[in-house]
C-alpha cells in the first residue's frame, strides 16, 4: 500500500514528534511515513529523536539563513525533493507564511494545545498557554489539531481532546497533563486519518 510521505517541523525537544514515530512503530500512524524532520533552529534535541529511530534529520537555522524568506525558500527545495505529501508542526516556533500556506493548502497540520479558539493565536505558544487557561480560570483545556494557513492557529479543525484542569494545577502540570491525556494522543489519530484521506485522493 501507498504512504503519505510525511515531513515534521519542529524546533525544539521534540515530545509530540516522538509520539509520531512511536505511533508509526506501533501501527497507530500506518497510512503515513514520516520521512523527513526538518528544524528552524540549530541544535534541537528533535533531530536525535529522528536519527533514533531512522529518519532523515535536516537543519535549517532561519537565522543563519538570513531570515523566514530564505528559510522557507530552502524548506520548500527539502519538501519538493523528497515529494512531501503532508506537513505536521510539532512544536515547531516559526509562522509561516500566508503564500507558503497558501501553496500547501491542506496539507499542513499543526498540533495546539487548547481547545481552540481559546488561547490561540499570535503570542499563545508553549506554557503561555497554559498561564492564560490559569489565568482565566478554566475548568477545562485541551488540544487541538487543525490545518494551518494564513492566521496563527486560525485554520480548520480536524480533532480536539479536553483534559480536566485540577485544583493546584501550575502551567508547568498542566502543560504536561495536557501533553499525555490529549497531545500525544491526538496529533498521531490526526495525521492518520489525513494520511489515510491522502492516499484515497493520490489513488
Known sequence: ??????????SGGGTNLQALLDAQEKGILRSGEIVLTVSDRPGAFALERARRAGVEALELPRKALGGQAAFEAALR????????????????????????TRD?????????????????????????VHEAALARG????????????????????????????????TPESLQRRVMEQAEWILL?????????ETVRTKG
Not at 523528497?82 to 509562522?95: E, M, N, P
Not at 500547501?104 to 503561555?128: E, M, Q, T, V, W
Request: charged share 20%; aromatic share 8%; hydrophobic share 50%.
Open 1 to 10: 500500500m501507498s504512504k503519505a510521505r510525511i515531513a515534521v517541523l519542529v
Open 77 to 100: 527545495e527539502a519538501l519538493g525533493a523528497r515529494k512531501i505529501d503532508l506537513v505536521i508542526l510539532a512544536g515547531f516556533l516559526s509562522i509561516l507564511s500566508a503564500e507558503f
Open 104 to 128: 500547501y493548502d491542506r496539507r499542513i497540520l499543526n498540533i495546539h494545545p487548547s481547545l481552540i479558539p481559546s488561547f490561540c493565536g499570535a503570542g499563545y505558544y508553549g506554557l503561555k
Open 138 to 169: 478554566v475548568k477545562v483545556t485541551g488540544a487541538t489539531v487543525h490545518f494551518v494557513n494564513e492566521i496563527p492557529d486560525g485554520g480548520e479543525i480536524i480533532a480536539q481532546r479536553a483534559v480536566e484542569v485540577l485544583p493546584g494545577d
Open 188 to 196: 498521531p489519530e490526526a495525521a492518520e486519518k489525513v494520511s489515510a
